[in-house]
C-alpha cells in the first residue's frame, strides 16, 4: 500500500486508491505507541537511536542514487543547489520533507516523536500528555481537511505533534484500560467501524466534493483495524505476506520510490518500450511492487549470507 501510494495508477481510480491508502502510516505510528506503553527511557533512547540509524542510511541510499543518476546527467551541482537550499533544514525539521527522498518524512517524525516521549517519560508525565490525545485528533484532521481543500503542500501536515503524536498517542491509549471497551466490540461492529471510516475518506475524492473531509475518516478506521488485529494477535494473511512484512518491508520502504520511480523507467527505455502508452501508467506500480520486493529479498538474503559466514582464519 505504501508503495502504490507513491507510484500511483492512473485516473480517478488511482486518485482513490491513493487516499484509501491514508491509513498505511498512521498503523506504523500506532505500533510504535502500542509498543511504548510502560517503557523506560532505556528502551525510548535505544529506539530513538535505531530510528535515526535507519534514516541515516535510508537518506544516504537516496542521496548516493541521486548524486550517481545526475553525475551520468551531467548536471550534478544544478541538482544540488535545487535540493540544498537555507530552507532544506527548516523543511527537514518543521515538516520532515525531503526533496529529493519524500518517503523519509517517516522516519524523521519518528525520530521527532521518540525524542519528545523520551523527556514525557523521563519527567514521568504520559498520563498528562495522553489527555492532549483528543485535542491533538481534531488538530490533526482540521488541518489535513484544510490544507488538502485549500490544495496546499501535503506536507504541511506533518508537524511531528499534529500527524507524528496524535496517532502514537493513540496506539499508546489502546494499551490503557480505559480503551478495553473499544477492544471487546464484537467482530462485525470492528469490521463496519473500518469500512465506516474507509468510506469517509474515498468519498470527497470519489465524488469531487469541493470539501476534502477525508481525514476525518482516518480515525475510525484506523481504530477499527488495529482493534481487529489485537483480538486475533496470532493470525496471519498467509506466510508468503508475514514474510515480507518481517523481513523484507523496511528495505520496500526505503527503496521502492528509487526502484519504482527510476530503474522501471531505464529498463522500459533499454527495451523501448513505450512510457507514453496508458497501459504503462497501469502496469508501473505493479511492476514496482513486484521488482522492490524481489531486490529486497535478495538484499535480505544476501545480508543474511554475510551475517552468517564465518570469518577467514589466518
Known amino acids: 500500500m505504501v508503495v502504490i501510494a507513491h507510484i500511483r495508477f492512473p485516473g480517478l481510480f488511482g486518485d482513490i486508491i ?9 498503523i506504523f505510528l500506532m505500533i ?3 509498543f511504548s506503553f510502560g517503557k523506560k527511557t532505556d528502551t525510548i533512547k535505544r529506539r530513538l537511536k535505531q530510528i535515526a540509524f535507519v534514516f541515516l542510511w535510508a537518506y544516504a541510499s537516496h542521496f548516493i542514487f541521486g548524486v550517481t543518476k545526475h553525475l551520468i546527467k551531467h548536471d550534478l551541482l544544478t541538482w544540488l543547489a535545487e535540493k540544498f537550499t537555507w530552507k532544506s533544514p527548516f523543511d527537514y525539521i518543521l515538516w520532515g520533507y525531503v526533496s529529493f527522498a519524500s518517503p523519509l518524512w517517516y522516519l524523521i517524525i519518528m525520530v521527532e516523536v521518540y525524542a519528545f516521549w523520551y523527556f514525557v517519560v523521563r519527567a514521568e508525565k504520559e498520563r498528562f500528555v495522553l489527555r492532549l490525545l483528543p485535542l491533538l485528533l481534531v488538530t490533526y484532521v482540521g488541518v489535513a481537511v484544510f490544507i488538502e481543500t485549500a ?11 499534529v500527524r507524528g503524536l496524535s496517532f502514537f498517542l493513540l496506539g499508546y491509549y489502546l494499551r490503557t484500560e480505559e480503551a478495553q471497551k473499544l477492544l471487546h466490540l464484537k ?9 465506516f471510516g474507509f468510506t469517509i475518506i474515498v468519498t470527497p475524492t470519489a465524488f469531487g466534493l469541493p470539501i476534502k473531509f477525508g481525514d476525518a475518516g482516518l480515525i475510525p478506521c484506523v481504530l477499527g483495524l ?12 498467509c506466510r508468503p505476506l508475514e514474510f515480507i512484512g518481517d523481513k523484507l518491508s523496511l528495505y520496500i520502504y526505503v527503496f521502492h520510490l528509487i526502484i519504482g520511480g527510476n530503474i522501471i523507467l531505464k529498463i522500459c527505455n533499454f527495451l523501448h518500450v513505450s512510457v507514453s502508452e496508458e497501459i504503462y501508467a497501469w502496469f508501473r506500480p505493479v511492476l514496482a511492487v513486484i521488482m522492490t520486493t524481489i531486490f529486497s529479498a535478495v538484499l535480505y538474503y544476501g545480508l543474511e549470507f554475510l551475517k ?4 577467514l582464519r589466518a
Open 187 to 195: 467482530r462485525y461492529q470492528l469490521i463496519l467501524l473500518t469500512v
Open 308 to 311: 552468517k559466514r564465518k570469518p
Open 32 to 34: 510504535a505507541g502500542y
Open 226 to 237: 488495529f482493534a481487529l488485529a489485537l483480538q486475533e494477535p496470532e493470525k496471519g494473511i
Open 151 to 161: 490544495d496546499m503542500p501535503w506536507y504541511y501536515c506533518n508537524l511531528f505533534f
Open 18 to 26: 491513493w487516499k484509501a491508502t491514508a491509513y498505511t502510516v498512521p
